[in-house]
T-cell receptor, first 111, second 116 residues
Framework: QKEVEQDPGPLSVPEGAIVSLNCTYS??????FMWYRQYSRKGPELLMY????GNKEDGRFTAQVDKSSKYISLFIRDSQPSDSATYLC???????????FGTGTRLQVFP | DSGVTQTPKHLITATGQRVTLRCSPR?????VYWYQQSLDQGLQFLIH???????AKGNILERFSAQQFPDLHSELNLSSLELGDSALYFC???????????????FGPGTRLTVT
């Protein structure tokens, strides 16, 4: 079993939809939770990070962490075709540098 | 643009050969990380250097090695290449552990390695 599980998709939604992307994990010691966006043939780009549990909002993006369920989510409101990319969740232990990534969910937003 | 640069963009080589991938971190970043991304394994952590010293190793093969130089650029050396080494290799950088923000890693554009 992988430490971080993520549905590979693809997830196809119409423009303007609310998108929900999720990851589950097995290591309860993870403390930092990140979401990266990766466009085709590009490097991953840090979108948001959250420490421990709770919600964090940044524009159209909201990240949620539920440590009791070992479940994290990224919500995208008013999705745009420019949001079409692969979304990777990543996690790390407290005060370590190694990021454990999910395999990524491919999102396609059509006009 | 993350500010992390990697060269070359593409590399095609034969089995058994050795290649060197180069990474320059963002200005001011002391930590450099190397990752391998393949279709079946996803993004895998290889190794981390902080200010010239190796800090952590992940799933890095013995045929692979890395170093970070005094000017903070890093090189990843891959030797005795096999077909299975074909992948995207990313370098990332961060401010460093002492800042408490080592989870904020900024990725370069990657080097696509094809072993034939």
């Amino acid at each position: 079993q992988k430490e971080v599980e993520q549905d590979p998709g693809p997830l196809s939604v119409p423009e303007g939809a609310i998108v929900s992307l999720n990851c589950t994990y097995s290591n309860s010691a993870f403390q930092y939770f990140m979401w990266y966006r990766q466009y085709s043939r590009k490097g991953p780009e840090l979108l948001m990070y959250t420490y421990s549990s709770g919600n964090k909002e940044d524009g159209r993006f909201t990240a949620q962490v539920d440590k009791s369920s070992k479940y994290i989510s990224l919500f995208i409101r008013d999705s745009q075709p420019s949001d079409s990319a692969t979304y990777l969740c990543a996690m790390s232990l407290y005060n370590t540098d190694k990021l454990i990534f999910g395999t990524g969910t491919r999102l396609q937003v059509f006009p | 643009d993350s500010g992390v640069t990697q060269t070359p963009k593409h590399l095609i080589t034969a089995t058994g050969q050795r290649v060197t991938l180069r990474c320059s971190p963002r200005s001011g970043d002391l930590s450099v990380y190397w990752y391998q991304q393949s279709l079946d394994q996803g993004l895998q952590f290889l190794i981390h250097y902080y200010n010239g010293e190796e800090r952590a190793k992940g799933n890095i093969l013995e045929r692979f090695s890395a170093q970070q130089f005094p000017d903070l650029h890093s090189e990843l050396n891959l030797s005795s290449l096999e077909l299975g080494d074909s992948a995207l290799y990313f370098c990332a950088s961060s401010v460093g552990r002492t800042s408490g923000r080592s989870y904020e890693q900024y990725f370069g554009p990657g080097t696509r390695l094809t072993v034939t």
